[in-house]
Structure formats: structure tokens, C-alpha cells
């Protein structure tokens, strides 16, 4: 533990585990389904994981997906421009090639990428339903790449019997214009959704050092079904479709005429599962596909990046009577792109014990066989201690592992004698429950990596040009404070601040704030108006070894505000404003970010 975060915790401790006069009704139903292979009571899951709803997800003040996880303990995140350009989010300080994102099932990150992560510049809040984060090493869990944590998003879901739907339309600064379907229906034994969304935006300068507007356009589609044929099988499938063409800038300004710098991009994903229960027994069989197509236009070249990822997997689940469960299963996994295949076999076992009412245990274990690379072994420990029913204990310690990406291990731009990534993972967690779901929760976490990838432009081991990949360590420790609190029927605070100490070989991680707060106040100001205001702090920031001299990366502080008027019981208008006063900021050095925006819209439901 670091030093000056022991007397900090320490008393932290000693405030919440004061008794209390008497206990209120505590917030013990919500559900994780990434901590553990099967569904878990929240208050029973020894690793960390963040929930946010549907309805938080919907009413977000940042249309960004990416941006809107910052108001998240541990989780940052840059942009190299305005909606569509580049963005890394990033949890303790690990990016996304260290944080797989899982949509409806299907993992979404880019198999043709050079870090093997998943890009957040376009993903708006559209169509989305529930998000789940889960933090620390998770490869036992998740397999390789899953270091940093996971990211698991849902679309929507059906919530009552019949058909029921909503239109939303949007428009906004930057001549915004966003328009969204979602349907949703639910028979006896069928839950099926669809969203459909389309922004077209004119955008703003992405470099710091240009004056034309880049501009982002894209359509995205998302389906799930699930049918019970019996009491006994179900199938089901889920899709997503994302089509966009983006305007972007060449590093240190607009480029040369024509000024044709933009993406074309197409990402296709189809899963499918069979599930079977059997009393104490439970199985489920999925085959997944996901395909990334995408082509940069720079100066009238233009320069593919087609990658796909094909998977097979089978989960199977033995429940003791509630004493103990274990879980296992086996997965086969291709992936390639324009050069290069490579192809993956995990099998993994998951043992869950509940040798008290008060205490829960988690042991997981997964081997990876890389085509590439000898077996690498994870494996994952946590624990959840109810010391009241009001106060929990949580703490665990997990490894993982990373194999190279396809692009690292090309000779032109990396090594094909490059080693995995491994890591080991501490968190040790102490939460207050409060009634109405109320809490208050900190967090120690230490995350430690050996022969990290990173890119280092001024390398010349590799024939590229213009730099190359290398390996060295990483080291991320800090603290996560977080809470929320209703202070009566109409009004709720929430809270949360993050120190990250992040050293990359010894040096400050880039893009990383040392600090970073958020404070929330939810209101229902009438019984048809409500209302939130949020202010983001985010200080002691080091930019990368590629901003110009002249940047603005560093402290800057955003407040952003929406509110919501409901006009009839079908029928609501919204406002939201990003930036509220204009704070002139950088996240990626060279790369400006939204000023001052509004936005209006209407939702009709049916």
C-alpha cells in the first residue's frame, strides 16, 4: 500500500464500521454477470465491478460512451478530436488494449489494431442498455488481453409482457444531428430487441493547429432474441452492425490539399447460443463472428485494415445446492488479418463457495494455448465478507496474461520474438451500504506488468520509419473512493474520486490523471421536471511522448448539466450541456475537445 494512502484508508475504515443505531433496508439484489462465470449477487462478488443502469446510461450529459465511463471511479479517458477521431479508455490506467469490450456477448475489439483494442470514438449511448466494468487482471475469467479490467455492455432489454418502443431525436452544436428506434417485446417465453440509430455531426477542428471541421456520420444496429423452446432449451442470437466514415487531421494541423484525411469504417457481429438446463446442470454452446473493416484515406492513398475474429464456446455449470458452484468450460478462438492468423484454445474451471452466509469465496483458473506462444496459466482468487449486512469486505488477487497482436508481432513495425504480457492484480475494498441504495465504498488496487508492448517513436530496430514497438514494465497502485447518498426523496449526491500513480519503465504514464473527481446531484425538481449537474476534476496529467512542445494537456475542470421534461406520460424534452463554460482543454496533446454544447431533443415512448 502506498504510504500516504495508509492513514487515508485506515481511517475510511474506521468511520463506516462504526455501529449503526439500527439497520434500514439495504440494496442487496443487484446482479453482476461478469465477476463470476455465473450470475452473482453484487453484494456476494469479492472483485470489483462498477453497474450502471439502463436509465443512467440513457439520461448520460456526454453523448460519448467513452466519455460518460469517466464519471466511473478508475476509469479515463483521451480523444484525438471530436466525436468519431480516435479514443482510449483507460481503467487504472491501462488502455484498451488491455480492457477487451464485450457487447451483447460478442467481443468487439479490433483484431486488425496495433494495440488490439477496442476504439470508443464513435460508440455513443444510443440504443444502449445496462454496463457492467470489471476491474484488475481477469484472464482467468476472460482470457488473454484482459489485464486491465472488462468492459461488458448490453443493448437493450425487454423489462415488461408486450411491445414497446421509443423514438428519440437530438440536434446540438456542431451542426449534431442524432435520431434514435429501439423496440423491445416479451411473450411467455421469447425476449426480443432492436435499436437503430443515425448521428451525423460537422464536428470542429480535430488538431489544435487546424482550422477546417472534421466531421463524423455512422449508423449503427443492435438485435438480440432469446426464445425458451421448453422448460428445459433456449436459443438465441444477438447482432450488431456499425457502419462510419470520419474526418480526421494528420498530427501538427489540417495536412496538405485536398484535406481529404477521413475513415471508412464497417464492423459486423453475429453470436449465437443454444442453452440447456438439466437440474443441477447447466450448459450453454455459442459460436461468434466479428469482422472489422476499415480504410484510411490520407492525400488521395488509401490504406486497409480488414481484421475477424471467429470463436466457438462452451460453458458448463454444476450447482451443489447453493454451498458451492463450479463452472467450467472450453473456447476456440481464430483471429487474423491482412498478413497474418492466429488461433487460440482456453480451457478454464470456476469453483464458488459459500462456507458461511456471511462469506463467499471465488477461485478461477484458465490455460491459453497460443498458436504462437507456449500455454500461459491464469488464475484468480477474491473473496466477499459481509461483515454486517449493512458493511462488506472485498479482496482479491488475480494474474493475467496478453499475447502480441497480430500488427506488434509483424517485423515491420514489432518483433516476432516478442514474449506475453503477464500481470498480477491486488484489490482490497471496504463498502457502507446506506438505505434507498445508497453507499460508500473505497478501493486499494495494484496492478504490476512484465514485457509490456508499448510504442516508441524514436526506435529504429524495426524498418518502419517512424518508430517501433518495444517491451518493458508497467506499475499502476492507487485508491478509488466512491458514493452515492439520497438526501430525501427528491435528491441524490454521488461522488467519486480516483488517484492513479501509473509508472510505464519508470516513468509517468501519458494520459493518465493523477487525480480525478467527480461529483453528481440527481434531482426531481417537479414531478415532470428533473434535472442533474456533474463537475469532472481532472489534475497532475503527463502528456505523451508525441505532443507538439506547445499543448494543453493538464488540470482543466467540466461541468456538464441535462435535464428532462415530461410534456405528457409518452412524450419528454431533454436538454444537455457538455462544458458548461467553455474550458479550453486537451486530452491527447495537439488534439481539441468540445467547447461549450448544448443539445435538445423529444423521446416519445409507446
Not at 50 to 61: D, F, K, L, N
Not at 175 to 195: K, Y
Not at 261 to 274: D, I, L, P, Q, S
Not at 582 to 590: I, K, L, P
Request: net charge negative.
Amino acid at each position: 500500500m502506498l504510504p500516504s494512502l495508509r492513514p487515508a484508508f485506515c481511517a475510511f475504515c474506521a468511520l463506516i464500521t462504526a455501529p449503526v443505531v439500527a439497520q434500514e433496508a439495504f440494496d442487496l439484489d443487484t446482479i453482476t454477470v461478469t465477476a463470476n462465470q455465473t450470475a452473482t449477487a453484487l453484494a456476494r462478488s469479492g472483485s470489483t465491478v462498477e453497474v450502471i443502469t439502463e436509465s443512467e446510461v440513457r439520461s448520460a450529459p456526454r453523448a460519448r460512451l467513452g466519455d460518460f465511463l469517466t464519471f466511473q471511479p478508475g476509469i479515463s479517458s483521451s480523444s484525438n478530436g471530436p466525436l468519431g477521431t480516435t479514443s482510449n479508455v483507460r481503467i487504472r490506467g491501462l488502455g484498451g488494449a488491455y480492457v477487451p469490450v464485450i457487447i451483447d456477448g460478442i467481443d468487439v475489439t479490433d483484431p486488425a489494431s496495433s494495440g488490439g483494442g477496442f476504439d470508443f470514438g464513435g460508440l455513443t449511448n444510443s440504443g444502449l442498455g445496462r454496463i457492467e466494468v470489471l476491474k484488475g487482471s481477469q484472464s482467468a475469467r476472460f482470457g488473454l488481453n484482459a489485464i486491465g479490467g472488462v468492459i461488458a455492455i448490453e443493448s437493450l432489454r425487454p423489462t415488461e409482457d408486450g411491445v414497446h418502443g421509443f423514438v428519440e431525436a437530438e440536434s446540438g452544436r456542431y451542426d449534431t444531428q442524432r435520431g434514435v428506434l429501439g423496440l423491445t417485446a416479451r411473450t411467455a417465453r421469447t425476449d426480443l430487441s432492436f435499436s437503430l440509430s443515425r448521428i451525423e455531426t460537422d464536428g470542429f477542428s480535430a488538431s489544435a493547429f487546424g482550422t477546417e471541421d472534421d466531421g463524423h456520420e455512422a449508423t449503427q444496429a443492435n438485435l438480440y432474441l432469446r426464445h425458451q423452446i421448453n422448460d428445459a432449451i433456449a436459443v438465441g442470437l444477438s447482432a450488431i452492425y456499425i457502419d462510419s466514415q470520419t474526418e480526421f487531421d494528420q498530427f501538427g494541423g489540417d495536412g496538405p490539399a485536398p484535406f481529404d484525411e477521413y475513415n471508412e469504417t464497417e464492423k459486423m457481429g453475429a453470436r449465437v447460443f443454444a442453452q440447456i438446463e438439466t437440474g443441477a446442470f447447466s450448459h450453454e454452446v455459442a459460436l461468434t463472428r466479428f469482422e472489422s473493416d476499415r480504410t484510411s484515406f490520407s492525400n488521395g492513398v488509401a490504406s486497409p485494415f480488414k481484421g475477424e475474429r471467429r470463436r466457438i464456446d462452451y460453458r458448463g455449470s454444476y450447482d451443489a445446492g447453493g454451498i458451492w458452484v463450479l463452472n467450467y468450460g472450453a473456447d476456440y478462438t481464430e483471429e487474423e488479418d491482412l498478413n497474418q492468423k492466429i488461433d487460440i484454445t482456453g480451457v478454464q474451471a470456476e469453483l464458488l463457495i459459500a462456507p458461511t452466509d456471511a462469506l463467499d469465496l471465488a477461485f478461477s483458473v484458465r490455460n491459453d494455448d497460443h498458436s504462437e506462444f507456449d500455454g500461459e496459466l491464469s488464475s484468480r482468487a477474491a473473496l466477499a465478507w459481509r461483515m454486517r449486512e449493512d458493511l462488506i469486505l472485498r479482496a482479491s488477487v488475480s494474474d493475467g496474461f496478453r499475447a502480441p497482436t497480430l500488427v506488434q508481432l509483424d517485423p515491420f513495425f514489432g518483433d516476432p520474438t516478442f514474449q506475453p504480457e503477464t500481470s498480477i492484480s491486488y484489490d482490497l475494498g471496504l463498502e457502507k451500504r446506506f438505505e434507498n441504495e445508497g453507499f460508500v465504498r473505497a478501493t486499494l488496487f495494484y496492478t504490476e506488468i512484465d514485457n509490456q508492448i508499448f510504442f516508441d517513436g524514436a526506435s529504429v530496430r524495426c524498418p518502419s520509419g517512424f518508430g517501433c514497438f518495444e517491451q518493458g514494465d508497467f506499475e499502476g497502485q492507487g485508491i478509488e473512493l466512491s458514493g452515492r447518498y439520497a438526501i430525501n426523496p427528491f435528491l441524490a449526491i454521488q461522488a467519486a474520486y480516483t488517484f492513479t500513480d501509473a509508472q510505464e519503465n519508470g516513468r509517468d504514464a501519458a494520459r493518465v490523471p493523477r487525480h480525478d473527481f467527480a461529483l453528481g446531484l440527481d434531482a426531481q425538481i417537479t414531478p415532470r421536471l428533473s434535472g442533474q449537474v456533474t463537475i469532472q476534476h481532472f489534475a497532475d496529467i503527463t502528456p505523451s511522448a508525441f505532443a507538439p512542445p506547445v499543448n494543453k494537456v493538464g488540470d482543466y475542470t467540466l461541468v456538464h448539466l441535462n435535464a428532462a421534461y415530461a410534456l405528457s406520460d409518452q412524450l419528454e424534452a431533454f436538454l444537455r450541456v457538455e462544458n458548461l463554460f467553455d474550458e479550453d482543454y486537451e486530452t491527447a496533446g495537439g488534439f481539441n475537445q468540445s467547447g461549450a454544447a448544448a443539445y435538445v431533443g423529444l423521446r416519445a415512448t409507446f
